[in-house]
């Protein structure tokens, strides 16, 4: 049996500050004709090509992404290749293509906003890569049919809370706002996360401050699972979608936090990437 | 290098505006930076030269359109209201006591008019369910004035404090708050970066926050200056009104606040009880085209206020020992109502244009403007709102009622002018000023600038200085 | 020859009544006894004799004659 997760030595987290005041610094956007947004990444080795539409039906990834490869790029301990990966919200498929190209198997591309699922695709052949490694799940988490766990699970879910004045019917706010206090993706996934996850399977989390760290670490514990927190991001709020109803989305923010369910201060905040397995697996896994 | 401070709300300007707004947003749970001059004796400072007196009711003017006086007593009575209990908040915060002396008096001396002011006063307390007791001037403590009073007005629901004391207490809880971070310096200017906004301070410090409150006074915009973000925030128009003041050692007991009615675009005299016994006296009012805050109290000024003061008030005051001279400057906008609230640029709040009713209206102040970054949106049509619609007088129009107010202030207290003189001399005022304004003469063009720039009726006494100084 | 530093001279002269050729290029307008007022009555007399315009904001920053003199210097002379 393989085993996907890392090794049991707890080394402490890198931790990484992108400079206040700018967007998309891990993966600058440049704009291509048509008004597409086009961009580079270079993940374990291999470099990667993203394209959206940039008309704002595709998120194009934000550092709050991004930070999830960036956190992998550091710590190889989490193996993909011939790993059967869920990408859970795929947006773009920054996740799905960085994961074929280390060498995955396959890769479920699930994204309730159908464009994402599409995009996804588009850029696994953009990058030259077989969309026959792709299974495409244009669903909800909540509701998708599970024919077998997965062996990775990639996930930067949603974490703004919700108000009327900015959350429309927009298919990018279902990737930036989850419910009323920005927890609902993160809600379902731990709800369902024991018949997703194969037996050795890793999810790897991109957990933002804004969502109640400890609340999720303290229900895995509960639920027999261990988080490991390989990498602490110090970045801005990217509110570019928001600016002008900010100020609508921050004074929800203030209450959270004044209920110490989230944390920032300013506009800055942290993305924590987390690799969670189930506690009673074995420690020093072997590929 | 220095550190960037990030902070949810930065506040530029720590005069009793922006210490009071801090401390209501620390209290609302945001972390604040504070950048501004700690040290006490801050020159040109408008909190620091205040008396101070809650002025509810004693601010009214007869002149005043009804309007008008129905939202400024309105909003002062509310600050009133909750103003013993937000010093006990303060005291109870500071460990320091803060005591408020309760009652003012006005005085009506020679001029004709005063009366009718006394009863404008009287019956915006009254309509209000409040107390305005009419007495014999000698029954008012502190008062012997050179010219005979001849009226006196109590007010107890007014009151006088010290103003540094409550600045010095939200200094120390400030100081001390985990949640407060305090940038000794002046602030040299203000700029976004992304979606933060960047307050830079003369020490090289920079503070990174998503909202900015500028509570600096006359000193707005010097900061602000031009460009985009200046542009966004459209900010009404802020002027100051430069006022001199002195502590002094009296040989007399003032145990309540004692002062005269607003009159000749000046706001009077006052004696406010101070702490040991001191005496405050206030103050000089001229209208400011520019507030260069290095400007030292001339003898001008303070001649003025002891001359105005022996002459209204107490005569005591040429025997009483000089303990401080301050100058402030008050800052207002062309309509004379405050400024509070969120600005044309949704992360950027105003508070100030207070103009003489700064430390009654602090905590009101504080409240709108944290609401409006806790609750956006919640006082969008309040009649403070830097939002609203200033309409600029045309100097014509303005002229036919205030010309008289011009006459008033030439004559000066005592000051008499033969029977139907006073008529003569105020239409005369106004078509010479009305006339010096059409033209092209540099005369002309001179008065067009001022009062452009300034179209109040504190404008007028600087027009008639202007026009009279081209030969 | 630059006729413009002349000309301010003798504008403050007469804002003043201070002798043209006794005004230093280092003297503060406040040290010539200049009030805001006066300021007002130097932009105004600028833009009447020299056609520059002097806004309000510019005439906070202007605080020696040097620095009036470095303002209105033609435009194609400024550095």
């Known amino acids: 049996m393989s085993i996907t997760h890392v090794d049991g030595a707890a080394s402490a987290p890198t931790r990484f500050t992108l400079s206040a005041g700018r967007g998309n610094v891990l993966l600058p956007a440049s704009t291509a004709p048509q008004g597409r947004l086009v961009g580079e990444y270079l993940f374990r080795g291999h470099r990667m090509r993203l394209e959206t539409s940039g008309d704002g039906s595709v998120l194009f990834p934000t550092d709050v992404g991004v930070s999830l490869l960036a956190a992998l790029n550091h710590d190889a301990v989490v ?68 024919d077998e766990p997965w ?56 957990h933002s401050s804004l969502t109640d760290i400890a609340r999720t670490q303290a229900a895995l514990t509960a639920a027999g699972y261990r988080s490991r927190t390989v990498q602490i991001c110090e970045l801005d709020i990217p509110l570019r979608r928001f600016a002008e109803h900010r100020d609508v989305l921050l004074a929800h923010l203030y209450e959270l936090r004044n209920q110490n369910r989230a944390r920032f201060t300013g506009l800055r905040f942290e993305v924590h990437t987390l690799a969670i397995t189930r506690a009673s697996d074995q420690e020093g896994g072997v590929g | ?52 007196m809650l002025t509810v009711f004693s601010e ?11 939202v400024e007593v309105a909003e002062r009575l509310a600050a009133r209201d909750g103003y013993q209990a937000w010093l006990e908040q303060i005291s109870a915060a500071s460990g320091r006591r803060l005591d408020l002396i309760g009652g003012v008096w006005v ?109 600096a006074g006359a000193g707005i915009p010097a900061v602000l200056a031009e460009g985009e973000l200046a542009e966004r925030v459209d900010a009404p128009p802020l002027r100051s009104g430069r006022g001199v003041s002195l502590v002094v050692r009296a040989p007399f007991i003032v145990p309540a606040a004692v002062r005269t009615p607003n009159r000749g675009f000046a706001c009077g005299s006052h004696l406010v009880p101070r702490p040991d016994g001191a005496t405050y006296l206030g103050a000089t ?43 402030g400057h008050r800052p207002v906008t062309i309509d004379h109502l405050p400024v509070f609230g969120r600005s044309g640029h949704p992360m950027v709040h105003l508070a100030t244009g207070t103009y003489r009713c700064g430390v009654l209206l602090a905590p009101r102040a504080a409240s709108l403007v944290a609401d409006g970054i806790t609750n956006p949106g919640s006082h969008a049509d309040h009649p403070y709102s830097p939002r609203r ?83 | 020859m630059n006729p413009v530093p002349e000309e301010i001279r003798r504008i403050l ?67």
């Open chain 1, 79 to 146: 193996r993909m290749a011939g790993k059967r990966v869920l990408d859970i919200g795929c947006g773009s498929g920054l996740y799905t293509v960085a994961v074929l190209l280390a060498g995955a198997a396959t890769v479920s591309a699930l994204d309730v906003n159908p464009a994402c699922v599409a995009a996804a695709i588009e850029n696994v052949a953009r990058n030259g890569l077989d969309v026959d490694r792709v299974q495409s799940l244009p669903v909800d988490l909540a509701t998708v049919t599970i």
């Open chain 2, 1 to 52: 290098m220095v550190d960037t401070i990030y902070a949810d709300v930065t506040v530029v300007g720590s005069g009793l505006l922006g210490l009071s707004t801090a401390f209501e947003l620390v209290g609302r749970g945001l972390t604040v930076a504070v950048v501004g001059p700690r040290t006490g004796a801050y020159t040109g400072q408008a909190s620091r030269a205040a008396g101070a």
């Open chain 2, 389 to 471: 619609h200033i309409t600029a007088p045309a100097l014509e129009d303005f002229l036919d009622t205030a010309a008289r107010g011009l006459v008033e202030m030439i004559c000066q207290p005592g000051g008499q002018l033969p029977a139907g003189s006073e008529e003569k001399l105020a239409s005369f005022l106004r078509a010479g000023l009305l006339e010096m304004s059409v033209g092209s003469t540099t005369r002309a063009a001179v008065v067009r600038r001022l009062w452009n720039g300034t179209p109040m009726a504190e404008c007028l006494p600087l027009l008639m200085d202007a026009a009279g100084r081209l030969r």
């Open chain 2, 285 to 327: 009012n001229r209208l400011s085209t520019e507030p260069d805050y290095t400007t030292r109290p001339s003898l001008d000024e303070i001649a003025t206020l002891i001359h105005d003061g022996a002459a209204e008030l107490n005569v005591g005051l040429r025997e009483a020992a000089l303990l401080e001279v301050r100058v």
């Open chain 2, 107 to 215: 005085v009506a001396n020679g001029y004709g008019d005063d009366a009718v002011e006394l009863k404008a006063i009287a019956a915006a307390a009254e309509t209000r369910g409040h107390h305005a007791d009419f007495a014999s001037p000698r029954e008012v403590p502190g008062l012997a004035p050179q010219i005979r009073a001849h009226e006196a007005l109590w007010l107890p629901y007014e009151a006088s404090l010290d103003p540094g004391a409550v600045m010095d207490a939200l200094a120390a809880v400030l100081h001390a708050h985990p949640r407060c971070t305090w940038v000794d310096a002046t602030a040299t200017g203000v700029h976004e970066q992304g979606e933060h906004l960047v307050v830079d301070a003369a020490d090289g410090g920079s503070t990174m926050s998503a909202h900015l409150v500028l509570a």
């Open chain 3, 13 to 79: 002269a007469s804002i003043t009544g201070r002798d043209a050729d006794s005004i230093g290029e280092q003297e503060r307008l406040s040290d010539l006894g200049m009030d805001s007022l006066d300021r007002v009555l130097l932009a105004v007399l600028v833009e009447e004799r020299l056609g520059r315009a002097l806004s309000d904001d510019a005439l906070t920053g202007i605080r020696t004659v040097a620095d009036l003199q470095q303002r209105l210097q033609p435009e194609e002379n400024r550095q």
């Open chain 2, 60 to 70: 009214v003017e007869s002149s005043h359109p009804a309007e008008r006086v129905a």
């Open chain 1, 151 to 206: 062996d990775l699970l990639v996930c930067n879910p949603p974490h703004f809370p919700h108000d009327p004045v900015y959350a429309g019917d927009d298919g990018v706010q279902a990737a930036l706002v989850g419910g009323m206090d920005g927890r609902a993706l993160y809600n379902v996934l731990l709800a369902r996360l024991d018949e997703l996850l194969a037996p050795d399977g890793v999810l790897v989390l991109a």
